[in-house]
Each structure stands twice: as C-alpha cells, then as structure tokens.
C-alpha cells in the first residue's frame, strides 16, 4: 500500500482536515510532521463540528493510530485540553491511539510572553501570530535551548533546563518592565505534566519504521500551507517550522523514499491569515461576501481571513517544490452563482512579466495581477455523485486550473461533510484504496 502525503499548497486553512478525515480509512497510521495547536483543522461530521489543533485527523477513525512526530511543539495544556474535549465527545484519545515523540519540542511558559514583546515590538510590521508561543519555542529549538518532551523522563535534566532557560530569558522581561520567571513553579507544573505526557512519549521513527515494515500505509499531514514554509514561503511573514513535503522527512525521522505521493490540498479561491502579501486580495464587498459564504474564521483564533481570487502563480510554485502529484480542490462550492471569476495567470513587476513565484515580500507586495475572466457556475454543487454531474462550467474551471498549476485534480469537495466529495477515480488509483475510503465514509 502506497503511503501519501497530504499538504496545503496556499497560504493554509485550504481544507486539509476533512480531506485527512476522508482519506483516513484506507490508512493504519496518519503521522502529522510539523507546526502546534495554532494550526486548526476543522472536521464536519453528520452536522457535528469538530476542530482538531495539535491531534491529527485520523483520530475520528477508531482502528487509526495518530502520530505527532518531532517536527512539532506541544503545549501540555493544550494537548491534554484537545484530547479532554475528544474524550467528552466519545473518541477514543488515549495512549493506543495517540503517540507523540520524544523529541518533540515542549512550549514553554516563557514562549508565549516572548511571542508577544516581539509582536508589539515590530508596531506596524508585526507578522500576526497567535501569540501561543510557537515561534519562540522553535527559536530555542534552533538555538538548542530547548526541552524537548523525551526531558520530561528526568526531573534533573529538566530542571536544569528550565533554570538555563529562566537565566536566559529574566533580562529580556526585565528590560519590558515584566515580572521575573518561577524556576520551581514551572518546574513543578511541568513535573506535572510529565506524569500525565510519559505514556503517549515513543520513539515516533521507529514506531513508523516498524509499522511500514509490517506493511501497514501512513497518511502524512502538513499543518500549515506550504506558502508559510520558514523557508520557502513568504519570509518572514511565515510559520516557524518546515511546511513543505521535505518537513515529513525530517519532522517524523522518516526516508523521503517513504513518501509514495503528494496530494496538495488547495481552495478554489485563495485565503490569507494575519500579515504578508497577497496579491489576489479583494478588499471590498466581494471579498467580505466570499469570507460569508466560505465561513472564513480561524478554526483556532477565530480570526477573520482574507479573501482573494485563485492564483495559479502561487499554486504552481507551490505543486513544484513540494512535488504534487494530484489536487484535492476544496470550497468551490462557495464561488456559486457569481457570474464571471477570474483567475491570476500571471503577475507584472515594474512593467516586467515574472515567469515564478517571488518569495521575496518587498516584490510580492508590489506585483500586478494579470486576470482571466472564466464563466462561473449558476448552481450549487451539493449533491453531485460523480465528476460527469459537475456543471459544464464548473469542469471548464478545473481544466483550466490544471492547465495553469500543471497538475491534475483528483478530489472535489463540494461541501464541509464527508460525503459532499467527488472522487475521480482515474486520478486517484495508485495512490488510494477507494474502497476502504468510501467504507470509511459510510461509516
């Protein structure tokens, strides 16, 4: 069984929990490889709304094992909160069903407080984070300051820890007129918490290796859209972790000779949370309308998103550095009976035509959109069975989105449940067991 890797091709919140969820069944293991809990996949299921933050989407399937790999920072609190909430709802979030590794990065009490003198720092050219202290948690991870959850096996080492860090970061409240760090307290919460995380605590590369040697299948999630990627994104105006399909390598400690496909996962218009450029943008009523219609709020924060039109520049910059072989294109459904949609074909720069995709944000920010008008589609697409009973129209858009990205589409969401999603099976086949996904779907 192939294994496949599951990722946002945009600027994230393209819809990759429900296409995770959906896909789930025909995998024993879904591994999630990089990000924390200020990412949010939200899940729809028989009218129930779920959202999941640091917890991959397989655990609404009873027999998947979910992995949250090294590539990750986790907030005790808000992992033993996600799973408590899980738990209330009658899934099943204990230690069989849930391993995080050892070496994933703790967020810790100082990281948050770090993320916001930072923010107010930079005034005007903030990045708008969530302020939940991931930045800073991968900061001391680079800077090899931090404490990663296999620490909290030995209270020395921790303590230790946390005492270096105290010392490190005391001045810097200082200097922002804030009150001093609680060495022992943190220590003692985190003592706390080290009682509670130990069962779920496992070497994460050699449970995959032994669970793909068996002959078992990994579904690999991204968090956050590739455009946010530290490094090949919108710099800075990014995630702090490696979005991208080389993050599962690395994020899980798996080959990337393990990875068998790409699915980027990408709307049908485009959005965009917080700071950094996006050239698509509408600023006006008919971007307030699309935010409506799409239900446009952070999953996590339940902060508004920007609302702009497809752009093939980005998307296609994007199917390149990650290796997307197919589409899953979510939420059109939600351009529905707006006449006639453009479409970014290509962008101008100082009168000149770039042939990529600029990372660079002075550039991005400064670029003109160059726009095809295409017919839109009268009637909603809820309740199509199969791509022929998609409208003309809506086929004519696909196409010319594949023509434009270079890559086919082989999954259509027509709505947020499980069920509201053509499969097109020419496209999947090799990479999917549809039987166990439409099995699953049933279920």
Known sequence: MANLLVLGTQWGDEGKGKIVDLLSPAFDVVARYQGGHNAGHTVCVRGKKIVLHLIPSGILHPGTLCVIGNGLVIS???????????????????????????GAHLIMPWHPLVE????????????????????????????????????????RVLREKIAENVAAKDPIFRAFGLPPLDAESICREYAGWAEKLGPYLRDVSELLHERMKRGESVLFEGAQGALLDVDHGTYPYVTSSSATAGGAATGLGVGPKTIHGVLGITKAY???????????????????????????????????RRCGWFDAVAVRYSCRINGVDRIALTKPDVLAGLGHIPVCTGYSYKGEILKSFPTEPWVLDEVVPEYRSLPGWPDSLHGAADFESLPRTFVDYIRVLEDLVETRVAVVSTGVERGETVLIESELRGFVDLARVRAGSAA
Not at 76 to 100: C, H, M, N, W, Y
Not at 118 to 145: F, H, M, Q
Not at 273 to 290: A, K, N, Q
């Open 116 to 155: 916001r003198v930072s923010e107010e720092r930079r005034g005007a050219k903030k990045i708008g984070t969530t302020c939940r202290g991931i930045g800073p948690a991968y900061e001391d991870k680079a800077a090899r300051l931090g404490v990663r959850a296999g620490d909290l096996a030995d209270l």
């Open 76 to 102: 005790p609190s808000a992992f033993f909160k996600e799973t408590g909430d899980l738990e209330a709802q009658g899934i099943g979030v204990g230690p069989s069903r849930v391993a995080v590794s050892r």
């Open 270 to 304: 485009t959005t965009r949370v917080g700071s950094g450029p996006f050239p698509t943008e509408l600023r006006d009523e008919l971007g307030r309308t699309i935010a409506a219609r799409g239900d446009e709020f952070g999953a996590t924060t339940g902060r508004p």
